[in-house]
Nanobody, 124 residues
Framework: QVRLVESGGGLVQAGGSLRLSCAAS????????MGWFRQAPGKEREVVAT????????YYADFVEGRFLISRDNAKNAVYLQMNSLKSDDTAVYYC?????????????????WGQGTQVTVSS
């Protein structure tokens, strides 16, 4: 059974930082793109950042504006999202995504595997 488990979400003040982690189990994703998506209340899920299997290629949504950094550790079957200079607009449930095959890396439309999500709340 494939599982993606996120951690690192929480409540932070505007301007603060959080580091999200996602640990995968059940199969390896070392040859697959991975990423982070988010969904705010009343809004559709949107891609935040994606990373290729070898970390050579990364993509960030326009709203990131250089504040976030996606990384991965294939030995640990994990992907991370360092979020700095957080804004109230970043408040959302953040989802780890794995195996982006067929959905694209740039402006990714989805993934084959999803985590359960972790809440990020930024207070102004």
């Amino acid at each position: 059974q494939v599982r993606l488990v996120e951690s690192g979400g929480g409540l932070v003040q505007a301007g603060g930082s959080l580091r999200l982690s996602c640990a995968a189990s059940g199969r390896t994703f070392k040859n697959n793109g991975m990423g982070w998506f988010r969904q705010a209340p009343g809004k559709e899920r949107e891609v935040v950042a994606t990373i290729s299997w070898n970390s050579d290629t990364t993509y960030y949504a326009d709203f990131v504006e250089g504040r976030f950094l996606i990384s991965r550790d294939n030995a640990k079957n994990a992907v991370y999202l360092q979020m700095n200079s957080l804004k109230s607009d970043d408040t959302a449930v953040y989802y780890c995504a794995a195996d982006l095959g067929g959905f694209g890396l740039v402006r990714s439309r989805g993934a084959h595997y999803w985590g359960q999500g972790t809440q990020v709340t930024v207070s102004s």
